[in-house]
């Protein structure tokens, strides 16, 4: 038993001494161990990539198309009158915000509503008197409906009528607001001077962006099919001094059917076209050759362009 002991610390004196030696011998092992991870990675590559944490999208916009709008006047107001609540107004602006507001600042006007989740700074608590940026008046309210509220979810609403604005004002302030200050006839009158409310308001029409492309399709294809007709029209009248004229002053066919195409300007009279071709010479798809025609020539050649166009 002695002389076994001695001969485990011959060899681990011999181990100490040469560190090689213990790697040689480790080695077959960490080879095994490094095998072993890898064929557990390969075939599980795709789960170990893998992101299990959903992405947060509560920041993430939708955008959504234009509506269809008509053009409309809207008649002028009487701020002074339209300052005091009717239950009338009340309702209709009840109907508003519900529609409009409560996404955002939520049914009870706390500013919890679906829509608020990660918007920062938060959207406006109508409950709490503190902080707010244009005011608690009639006249500070209108001109955060009107402008919006930069770096912040507050758009603005300016696309609403007078008198829905003021319908959402006051269902706010009977709903939630806590003493609410009143405007004097003043700050009214200068409510009424800044956004010109006795005047009324022209509001223009708006169509969806997709209906918008389709119109724009649509006029284009049909000025395509205009110009192709009418170099169809002068390849027939290829022999006649009309077409050969037409010809001989244009540097493109095709670009100077289209600019007649795009204008109707030049329709107005002989010297409007005058005007039209020599003004925009060789951008226009005519050359330098029209500052040479006589009276006669523009005569016919007038003529001819409100034939084949």
Same mark, same amino acid.
């Given at each position: 038993?002695?002389?076994?002991?001695?001969?485990?610390?011959?060899?681990?004196?011999?181990?100490?001494?040469?560190?090689?030696?213990?790697?040689?011998?480790?080695?077959?092992?960490?080879?095994?161990?490094?095998?072993?991870?890898?064929?557990?990675?390969?075939?599980?590559?795709?789960?170990?990539?893998?992101?299990?944490?959903?992405?947060?999208?509560?920041?993430?916009?939708?955008?959504?198309?234009?509506?269809?709008?008509?053009?409309?006047?809207?008649?002028?107001?009487?701020?002074?009158?339209?300052?005091?609540?009717?239950?009338?107004?009340?309702?209709?602006?009840?109907?508003?915000?519900?529609?409009?507001?409560?996404?955002?600042?939520?049914?009870?006007?706390?500013?919890?509503?679906?829509?608020?989740?990660?918007?920062?700074?938060?959207?406006?608590?109508?409950?709490?008197?503190?902080?707010?940026?244009?005011?608690?008046?009639?006249?500070?309210?209108?001109?955060?409906?009107?402008?919006?509220?930069?770096?912040?979810?507050?758009?603005?609403?300016?696309?609403?009528?007078?008198?829905?604005?003021?319908?959402?004002?006051?269902?706010?302030? +009977?709903?939630?607001?806590? &003493?609410?200050?009143?405007? /004097?006839?003043?700050? *009214?009158?200068?409510?009424?001077?800044?956004? $010109? !409310?006795?005047?009324?308001?022209?509001?223009?029409?708006?169509?969806?962006?997709?209906?918008?492309?389709?119109?724009?399709?649509?006029?284009?294809?049909?000025?395509?099919?205009?110009?192709?007709?009418?170099? +169809?029209?002068?390849?027939? &009248?290829?022999?006649?001094? /009309?077409?050969?004229? *037409?010809?001989?002053?244009?540097?493109?066919? $095709? !670009?100077?059917?289209?600019?007649?195409?795009?204008?109707?300007?030049?329709?107005?009279?002989?010297?409007?076209?005058?005007?039209?071709?020599?003004?925009?010479?060789?951008?226009?798809?005519?050359?330098?050759?029209?500052?040479?025609?006589?009276?006669?020539?523009?005569?016919?050649?007038?003529?001819?362009?409100?034939?084949?166009?």
């Amino acid at each position: 038993m002695k002389l076994d002991l001695e001969k485990y610390k011959e060899q681990l004196n011999l181990l100490i001494e040469n560190p090689g030696t213990v790697f040689g011998l480790l080695y077959p092992y960490i080879l095994v161990i490094i095998l072993a991870v890898g064929l557990y990675y390969l075939p599980n590559i795709g789960k170990v990539s893998q992101q299990n944490i959903p992405p947060d999208i509560r920041n993430v916009k939708q955008v959504t198309d234009l509506t269809l709008k008509q053009p409309q006047s809207v008649p002028p107001i009487d701020i002074l009158k339209m300052s005091k609540p009717t239950d009338e107004l009340i309702a209709k602006g009840k109907v508003i915000f519900n529609n409009v507001c409560s996404a955002c600042h939520g049914t009870e006007g706390t500013g919890t509503g679906p829509g608020a989740a990660g918007l920062n700074p938060a959207p406006r608590n109508f409950t709490q008197n503190e902080n707010w940026i244009n005011g608690r008046t009639i006249s500070g309210m209108y001109t955060t409906l009107q402008e919006g509220i930069p770096n912040s979810g507050m758009i603005a609403y300016d696309y609403l009528t007078l008198e829905d604005k003021l319908s959402v004002i006051h269902f706010i302030r +009977s709903s939630f607001m806590i &003493d609410p200050p009143v405007d /004097s006839d003043s700050d *009214l009158e200068s409510l009424d001077q800044l956004y $010109n !409310l006795s005047a009324g308001v022209e509001l223009p029409g708006q169509i969806p962006t997709k209906n918008a492309e389709e119109f724009i399709i649509e006029e284009n294809t049909s000025k395509i099919k205009h110009v192709d007709e009418a170099i +169809s029209m002068i390849k027939k &009248d290829s022999n006649s001094s /009309s077409a050969k004229l *037409l010809n001989e002053v244009t540097g493109d066919l $095709n !670009l100077a059917l289209s600019s007649l195409v795009n204008s109707n300007s030049w329709r107005k009279s002989e010297s409007a076209l005058v005007d039209f071709l020599t003004v925009n010479v060789n951008q226009n798809g005519f050359n330098g050759s029209v500052f040479n025609l006589s009276n006669n020539q523009w005569n016919a050649l007038y003529n001819y362009l409100i034939k084949i166009i």
